[in-house]
């Protein structure tokens, strides 16, 4: 049994660096807290240097009797989710510096970090159930930060939602044993078609809700507008990429290495849940006048895009590739609208941002990349996305989910030009406290994603090479 702890090193920074912050913590006077920020940057940092090491020479493996694989998705969902974690943290510094709970909060953090990169690498249904566990309950936490009204209801909704559907996960691990006598991916690709198909059919469904709470897409979705809204903006940036990352991650490598020959036609419930998806997301967003929760149901309908990916899981060659270059242009674009909504604490309405493109001409170039990257426009990462993953669909024989996926993008187009025409607005501007900033952090956070979505639109080229290599069995 290959027990290589070094193969462990990502997700070993981030527990250890919360256990000694924890530890620390409880001893630093309330003004020097902001060191435990600076040991979770260093564990990212750590983290992303083993990764690059891997990758460099070409460590695929699998660890503990293979219930975690390292492997090319593994490697780029570390990227991206370290990548994500280091811009989450540094969007928070001002929010929570000088907080009673300022520990508690990077702890938090760096534990629902570990569980998402667990969530990347679980080859097992027991490993993804405890990779699940560790990526929610910090995050329930998190959602309470704030400890008001607004952000408790929103935590008891995400916590309820989230036990449920964890509930429906672990059931179904039972029932995915019950019928192929395993919990090992690579043990359930060759036990399952053999299988009654009733019960790989129902345990399948039921496994699937736990991924599809993470990602945040329908039926999984009604936390999101509740906590994104309540929660305070840094924690609704991170519940909306990266446990993103983690459960489509992982439901992409439970479709592809567990129940690739199973005769329960998943591709066609997985597109019909993208489908759904999108097309709700899409008509949630186009009447909100709240910035948080148009971004909230605009994460939603990016999932359905992303869902395509997993609905052509096993037809399609590019569909690996083209999940998880998506996965990065998006958590860049969705990190840099998140951080001017925190760098503009009290611009809450789309009304609030009249006006913002003579007072803030910075934010403004961000918000503009974002939101048209969202859309899908040349040159951001967005748009490069969803070429691949529209090229994957249709090559998957899923010709009408991209048809459909092209019109609701150009849907999309009608709420994202709400917000984004009253920025240049020369009469009415809104007050000006409504355009007060918050610090340098959050808006260098904003610089820095918005930058890293040009840069993949421009570079993609010599990025999707990245994402392609076989998965470890």
């Known amino acids: 049994m290959n027990q290589n702890l070094t193969a462990l090193i990502p997700e070993l920074a981030l527990l250890g660096a919360a256990v000694i912050g924890l530890l620390a913590g409880c001893w630093l006077p309330r003004r020097r807290q902001w060191y435990v920020a600076v040991l979770a940057a260093a564990a990212c940092v750590t983290g992303l240097a083993a990764t690059a090491v891997t990758m460099a020479t070409g460590g695929e493996q699998t660890v503990f009797s293979h219930t975690f694989a390292v492997d090319t998705a593994t490697d780029a969902g570390r990227l991206i989710g370290l990548g994500s974690l280091l811009l989450v943290i540094a969007m928070s510094v001002e929010t929570v510096r000088g907080h009673k ?15 998402t990169l667990a969530l990347i690498g679980a080859n097992d249904l027991l490993t993804l159930f405890a990779a699940y566990l560790l990526a929610s309950i910090p995050a329930y936490a998190l959602a309470a930060f704030a400890k008001d009204a607004t952000g408790t209801e929103a935590a008891l909704k995400y916590y309820l939602m989230g036990a449920l559907l964890g509930t429906a996960l672990l059931a179904g691990t039972a029932l995915l044993y019950a019928a192929g006598h395993a919990t090992l991916y690579r043990r359930l690709l060759a036990t399952l078609p053999a299988a009654p198909y009733g019960l790989v059919a129902v345990g399948l469904v039921a496994v699937l809700a736990g991924p599809l709470f993470k990602a945040g897409a329908v039926p999984a979705h009604f936390w999101v507008p509740d906590v994104t809204q309540g929660a305070p903006a840094p924690v609704a940036a991170y519940v ?44 949630a967003a186009f009447f909100q006048k709240s910035v948080t929760r148009l971004l909230a149901y605009s994460t939603i309908s990016q999932v359905g895009y992303l869902l395509m990916a997993l609905a052509v899981a096993t037809r399609s060659d590019l569909a690996q590739k083209s999940l998880l270059f998506y996965l990065a242009a998006y958590a860049a674009t969705n990190l840099g609208a998140f951080a001017v909504v925190t760098e503009l604490p009290h611009a809450q309405t789309l009304e609030d941002y009249r006006g913002l493109a003579t007072r803030r001409p910075g934010l403004t170039a961000v918000l503009v990349v974002c939101l048209l990257g969202f859309v899908g426009t040349p040159p951001t990462g967005v748009f490069l996305g969803k070429l691949e993953i529209f090229s994957a669909a249709v090559d998957g024989g899923a010709t009408w989910l991209a048809a459909l996926a092209v019109a609701n993008t150009v849907a999309s187009l009608f709420y ?17 406290e409504a355009h007060a900033v918050l610090g340098t952090w959050a808006a260098a956070t904003a610089y820095t994603a918005a930058a890293l979505s040009l840069v993949l639109g421009l570079a993609g080229g010599a990025v999707l090479p990245f994402g392609a290599g076989d998965l470890a069995p």
């Open 101 to 115: 709970r300022e520990t508690e909060f990077w702890v938090l953090l760096l534990m629902t970090g570990a569980g």
């Open 240 to 283: 909306t990429t990266l446990p993103k990352i983690g459960g489509l991650i992982a439901g992409y490598r439970l479709l592809h290495q567990a129940l690739a020959d199973t005769g329960v036609n998943w591709p066609l419930l997985l597109a019909i849940l993208a489908a759904v998806t999108m097309t709700l997301g899409n008509l």
């Open 416 to 432: 994202y030009l709400r917000w984004l025409v009253p920025l240049f607005s020369t009469t009415e501007a809104a007050p000006g």
